[in-house]
């Protein structure tokens, strides 16, 4: 039994991750898409807003959302909470510019990593990944 635990956990490892991507640049929802794809992570749904990503965390149940958090309709935050209320266990990642402590702090109190604006791509890969 304990082998086969193993080896499931061996598999899930190699298995491309989904992901949504929500930001209301199209531009940085494209360009993200296009070099996760490159890294043989599948980008399942893309959306502008949070009403949006509450939607495609409902209908596509992606292993990891990348979320920016200054939007229209719906904030970051406002898509988070709603998120973490579907799945507590959901795994958010936070891409935003507003490094203000308020923010820090209101992400750490709901475990949300943060990656700031700019940032490098390959911090994302891992974050995803791990």
């Not at 890294?39 to 939607?55: E, L, M, P, Q, R």
């Not at 970051?76 to 490094?99: C, H, L, M, S, W």
Request: a negative charge.
């Amino acid at each position: 039994m304990e082998n086969i635990k193993a080896l499931v956990y061996v598999l899930c490892l190699d298995m491309p991750k989904s992901v949504i991507v929500i930001d209301d640049d199209e531009d940085t929802v494209r360009l993200f898409s296009e070099f996760l794809e490159e890294h043989d992570i599948k980008v399942i749904g893309n959306g502008f807003d949070g009403v949006t990503a509450v939607k495609l965390f409902k209908d596509m149940k992606p292993d990891v959302v990348l979320i920016d958090l200054n939007m229209p309709n719906g904030s970051g935050f406002y898509a988070i909470k709603k998120i973490q209320e579907i799945n507590p266990k959901a795994r958010i990642i936070a891409v935003t510019a507003d490094g203000s402590f308020t923010t820090e702090e209101k992400l750490e109190k709901l475990d949300i990593p943060l990656i700031q604006k700019p940032f490098k791509m390959d911090q994302v890969i891992s974050m995803i990944q791990n």
